[in-house]
C-alpha cells in the first residue's frame, strides 16, 4: 500500500513538472501586438517595419488560430493616435520622422511619421477581427505616446491588466509589431505585472536591427521566456 502511494507521488510530480515546462491551460491568453495596417508592407503602411509583407500576416492569422484552437483568449493592442498626436514629427516644426527629440520633463521621444490616426485604413487591425475576443486601444492623448500595451508614457494605464486578471490569466504569450518599440514596452509592462511572459520571436517584426537585438536580450535579462517559433505543442 505505501509503495503505491510513494509510486503515485512520484508519477504526479513528473506529471506536476511536465506541466511546468509547458505553457497552457486557461490561465494562459494571448497579447497581439499592433498588427495593424500602417505597420506593414503589405498594407503599404506610412510606418511599415521590415518583412511585414503578407506572408508575415498569414503565419500570425494560423499561429492565433492554433492558440485559439487550444482555447486562449486572444487580446490585441491597437495604437490609436489622434491627428495632433505628440509622437508625429508632422507636429513638430522642422522635426524629421525617426529623429530624437528631448521633451520639457527630459525624456527622449522618437519622432514618427504620421500613423494610425483614429478611424483612418491605417489603424486597422489585419488579422481576421474574429480572431480577437478582445482590443485594447491605446496612445489616445495627443500628449503621451503609449508604446505598452498597459500604460502610456504619463503614467495612465489601460484596461489590459484589469482584463487579463479577471480571466484569471497568469501567463501571456505576445507576438506582433514592433518588436523594439510596442512589443518590448507591453513585454516588460507585462512581467512587472506579475505575468508569466512568452514571445515569440520569428511572429514579431522590428524597426531596426539593433534596437530589436537589444530588446531580445533585455526581454530575456526581465525574464520573457523567448520562443524562436510557436510550437503549439507546448501550450496545453
Ligand atoms: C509603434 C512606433 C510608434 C509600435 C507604435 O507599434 O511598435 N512604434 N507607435
Ligand atoms: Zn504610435
Redesign the pocket.
Known sequence: MRKKLLWLSIILGICLMAGFAQAGGPNVAVVL??VQAD?TTAHKGS?AVADSDQPYLDKVTQATKELRKKGLQVFATQ?WHPKDHM?FAANHQGKKPFQAIKLADGRTQVL?PT??VQNSSGSAIVIETSLIDQVVQK?KDPSYDS?SGFKDDGGKVTELKDLLKKQGVETIIVYG??TD???RATVVDGLTAGFKVVVVQDLCRG?APDTSKKAWQEMEQKGALIWESLDPEKVK
Open positions: 501586438v499592433d505597420f510606418l495604437d509622437s514618427w500613423h494610425c496612445g508604446y509589431i514592433a518599440y510596442c512589443v524597426v
